[in-house]
């Protein structure tokens, strides 16, 4: 098991669930989706861990470019991860009397640090929905976004 969240509170072993850094996960002109020919999608190559502050950083660059070049309702970009995994650290104590008060890896559960989304090999991280002339421009964007997380990634176009 990876870490565990429940609704009891006696089988949740993580106290404290670590806020989210993503803002939105639809972005642009969500209500008109299906009006947009091309597809292009940004996959993973590899597994991975994907923390939040990756993700947000990757909206936030393909969202400024889309919206600069081709303005805000000619497009839908939808993140299709969503960070579930909660990372935990054991910190351990430095400096004078440290030894008095750290029990080193003896019963090390950790705190909570942060989440992330755990993303396998060929799942769809990011989708934008654009009008065929804009469709390099969606490509510029996703691969601005991929150069935000720590893998290879690959764009692939639909009609």
Do not use: W
Not at 36 to 60: C, D, G, M, W
Not at 106 to 125: D, Y
């Amino acid at each position: 098991a990876y870490t565990r969240r429940s609704k009891f509170r006696a089988k949740s072993f993580i106290r404290a669930n670590p806020a989210s850094k993503i803002v939105r996960y639809d972005m642009g002109a969500a209500n008109k989706s299906d009006q947009f020919p091309v597809q292009l999608y940004l996959r993973s190559k590899t597994n991975l861990q994907i923390r939040h502050n990756a993700i947000e950083s990757a909206r936030q660059v393909s969202n400024r470019v889309l919206e600069e070049q081709i303005g805000k309702g000619n497009y839908h970009l939808k993140i299709r991860i969503y960070p579930h995994h909660v990372l935990r650290e054991n910190p351990l104590a430095s400096g004078a009397g440290a030894d008095r008060m750290s029990t080193g890896m003896q019963r090390s559960f950790g705190k909570c640090i942060g989440v992330a989304a755990q993303v396998r090999k060929g799942k769809q991280m990011f989708t934008i929905e654009v009008d065929d002339p804009h469709s390099d421009v969606a490509r510029a964007a996703l691969k601005s976004a991929g150069h935000k997380f720590a893998c290879r990634t690959q764009i692939v176009q639909e009609r």
